[in-house]
């Protein structure tokens, strides 16, 4: 049984869908629905069983036989969430206990991380998974810091060599889009809060930039399509021996204006953009650049290039916003 945790979430579903056009049907999902249209990214998929979050662990200890690797992709994602007990409770302590009971039982455990552990980007972006190489960052916040707080828990408990998984792997996500985001709201990737904009004619609304050296819209992301994530995932599937913590995006920075002009291209209109200031509470907190080194991950041996953008974007366009029914 291979079980993912948020697998009706974003990067879940697709996962989740690449498991079944392989074939996979003992797939069990824990996630919350609440009362929204999450469930539709579900909809086209066979699974074994699914599961709330607070029953994760029971549900893997009745399971415990079955399991062979848990995918833990499940988390408070809102970098504005302001309530810190609340992604304290799910980011980090069920990954740690997660980690623990994968180790204790023998299951492998892929988990994702974020690249807004990175915060400014004044320490780089190398995934550097030594305890050392973690502690030079400092995330802009909460959500950052407790994906941040997990890594280096990890990665002192294979410094000091305590039990762990027979596989395990951390994913720094970039800037991820594609299909299966409706949920999200306003955590939804620029492409898909600007497409009912451009499909009605109206201009690409950015963000003015604040600070020097970046022009407005110039901020400067590593956007990468969510399938190149699922590959990566599927690809550690593959490969039980490779265990590490990874970055997972192109390796190439674009700007939010490349990002609205592949937008654009991809409906067959001529580009008009319009630039706004930027809310207060976010200046003080925004990534202005953000790019992936990817060498580790090369290294251990995943050498499938990455979508280029225009490539990826017209794609989630044209199969999947601009249908009836855009979900994967």
Not at 112 to 127: E, Q, W
Request: hydrophobic letters at 45%; charged letters at 25%.
């Amino acid at each position: 049984m291979i079980v993912v945790t948020g697998g009706a979430g974003f990067i879940g579903s697709n996962l989740v869908a690449a498991l079944a056009e392989r074939g996979v049907t003992n797939v069990a999902v824990a996630d919350r629905f609440r009362d929204g249209e999450k469930w539709q990214n579900l909809a086209k998929r066979e699974v074994a069983a699914l599961v709330a979050p607070e029953d994760t662990l029971a549900f893997l200890d009745q399971h415990a036989a079955e399991v062979e690797v848990v995918f833990h992709l499940g988390a408070v994602s809102a970098t504005t969430e302001r309530d810190v007990d609340k992604i304290v409770a799910n980011n980090v302590a069920l990954t740690l206990d997660l980690w623990r009971w994968c180790a204790w039982r023998g299951a492998r455990l892929i988990y994702a991380s974020s690249a807004a552990t990175y915060g400014d980007g004044s320490a780089g972006f190398d995934d550097d998974g030594t305890p050392e190489g973690l502690a030079r960052l400092r995330p802009l916040n909460a959500y950052g810091w407790s994906k941040h707080l997990v890594d280096r828990r990890i990665a002192r408990a294979i410094a000091e060599g305590d039990q762990a998984p027979p596989q395990w792997a951390g994913l720094k996500f970039f800037n991820v889009y594609g299909p299966n985001e409706r949920h999200k709201g306003d955590m939804m990737s620029v492409v898909a809060k600007l497409y009912p904009q451009l499909a009605a004619g109206e201009p690409a609304r950015l963000f003015r930039s604040h600070r020097d050296g970046f022009e407005d819209g110039g901020q400067l992301r590593d956007f990468i399509f969510v399938e190149d994530c699922v590959a990566v995932m599927l690809w550690l599937l593959d490969h039980p021996e490779v265990n590490g913590l990874f970055n997972v995006g192109t390796g190439k920075a674009r700007s939010f204006r490349d990002l609205a002009l592949a937008t654009f291209a991809a409906l067959g209109r001529e580009p008009r953009i319009e630039y706004f200031d930027m809310p207060e509470h976010l200046q003080g907190k925004y990534q202005y650049f953000t790019e992936a080194k990817t060498e580790r991950l090369r290294a251990a041996g995943f050498d499938r290039p990455f979508t280029e953008l225009e490539d990826g974007v017209r794609r989630y366009v044209r199969d999947f916003l601009a249908r009836p029914d855009p979900y994967r």
